[in-house]
């Protein structure tokens, strides 16, 4: 499975930015698709994650109720909806698969990722 992730971009505090995660990911396969960050100097951490089936995503608790998480059913895409972005969610931005389906935060619980993009919000 490869996975790459897009979208990022140069924006303002405030604006809204949407990034997709597009992966060869197999129609007969049920998977849990998670975002991560990582800021210079800072740990990767966890932003968020959708398990195939469910119809909304889950969060670590800085991001809920300003990002949500969605799926194209149509298409292998998984789209994260950045809202009310501040400069400290400047970082490069992963989306990372496992064919496993539960409430996955640590990067260890999944096992493959793609290429990121970068977020940068101006103030």
């Known amino acids: 499975v490869q996975l790459q992730a897009s979208g990022g971009g140069l924006v303002q505090t405030g604006d809204s930015l949407r990034l997709s995660c597009l992966g060869n990911l197999r129609s007969r396969s049920s998977y849990t698709v998670g975002w991560f960050r990582q800021a210079p100097a800072k740990e990767r951490e966890f932003v968020g994650a959708?398990?195939?089936?469910?119809?909304?995503?889950y969060f670590a608790d800085s991001f809920e109720g300003r990002f949500t998480i969605s799926r194209d059913p149509a298409k292998p895409i998984v789209y994260l909806q950045m809202n009310s972005l501040k400069p400290e969610d400047t970082a490069f931005y992963y989306c990372?698969?496992?064919?496993?389906?539960?409430?996955?935060?640590?990067?260890?619980?999944?096992?493959?990722w793609g290429q990121g993009t970068q977020v940068t919000v101006s103030s």
């Open positions: 959708l398990r195939w089936g469910s119809s909304r995503g």
């Open positions: 990372a698969a496992t064919e496993r389906l539960g409430r996955f935060t640590r990067r260890d619980d999944f096992h493959m």
